[in-house]
């Protein structure tokens, strides 16, 4: 059975592909806790498993995946990486290695859920990350973001009297958008930050390309991202799992 793992910065997401559709999904925190990660993804394997992968938390974890993987007999792990072209889309990179595989497994789901229209991606997650894909194929480039607890963070660090903040736990309205204490200020001013950016690039990509895009949303904080956007967005958890799903059609295709 084939079974798809998406691991982020924080978290790994998995999930089994089985007639075409994902089904078990799970997820852990591997971040400071890479041994409880890895272990939750073990429990959760069917004997024998295709693994098909996508990485961007470093070599340490690749290195506890593929030695998993040696530890189950049976089992194989495809590791996806970013290539010039995949899927009728053709990298913007003139460097394909330097764009995140995340990135590009999610740009390639979305091109092909969008069909015949552009597609957008904002991915919220340690990083929050945008990209577009014309109808044609065509990956048009992207954004790379600090998540709203990376930009308190950085406030923390590197000013000596704002002090760590609470993030903002719902979307301010109207001028409630202005905060009267520190944690709001930085909370708010955080995800307005986000939102704003992102929904400029949406519009940017929509005027270049005469036609709205169709905008996908996915990540650990797209359900916090997404009251702050003015932008129409369809949520899709599993955007990677579902490019991922390309790779294991592509490979059983192969095999035939």
């Known amino acids: 059975m084939a079974v798809l793992v998406d691991i982020g910065n924080t978290r790994i997401k998995w999930a089994s592909l089985e007639h075409g559709r994902l089904v078990g999904r799970g997820s852990a925190v591997h971040r400071d806790s890479l041994d409880e990660g890895i272990a939750a993804l073990d429990a959760a394997l069917p004997a024998k498993p295709r693994i098909i992968a996508s990485n961007v938390a470093g070599e340490a974890v690749?290195?506890?995946?593929?030695?998993?993987?040696?530890?189950?007999?049976?089992?194989?792990?495809?590791l996806v990486a970013t290539s010039a072209q995949r899927f009728g889309v053709r990298c913007a990179y003139a460097d394909p290695s330097r764009l995140g595989v995340d990135r590009w497994v999610a740009v390639l789901a979305a091109h092909h859920a969008a069909r015949a229209a552009a597609a957008c991606v904002l991915n919220a997650g340690t990083a929050v990350t945008f990209d577009a894909v014309d109808a044609a194929g065509a990956h048009l480039g992207g954004l790379i973001l600090p998540g709203a607890n990376l930009q308190a963070a950085a406030l923390d660090r590197h000013t000596s009297n704002i002090g760590p903040t609470a993030p903002a736990i719902a979307v301010a309205r109207g001028l409630e958008l202005l905060g009267r204490n520190t944690d709001a200020a930085v909370g708010n001013g955080a995800w307005?930050?986000?939102?704003?950016?992102?929904?400029?690039?949406?519009?940017?990509?929509?005027?270049?390309?005469?036609?709205a895009p169709v905008v996908y949303l996915t990540g650990g904080d797209a359900d916090a991202l997404q009251g702050w956007l003015e932008t129409r967005v369809e949520l899709r958890a599993d955007l990677v799992l579902e490019g991922l799903a390309l790779f294991a059609g592509a490979r059983a295709e192969a095999g035939r």
């Open 192 to 211: 307005l930050a986000l939102a704003a950016a992102l929904d400029r690039a949406v519009a940017t990509v929509a005027s270049a390309l005469r036609a």
């Open 62 to 78: 690749r290195a506890r995946l593929e030695a998993l993987v040696e530890c189950r007999p049976g089992a194989s792990l495809e």
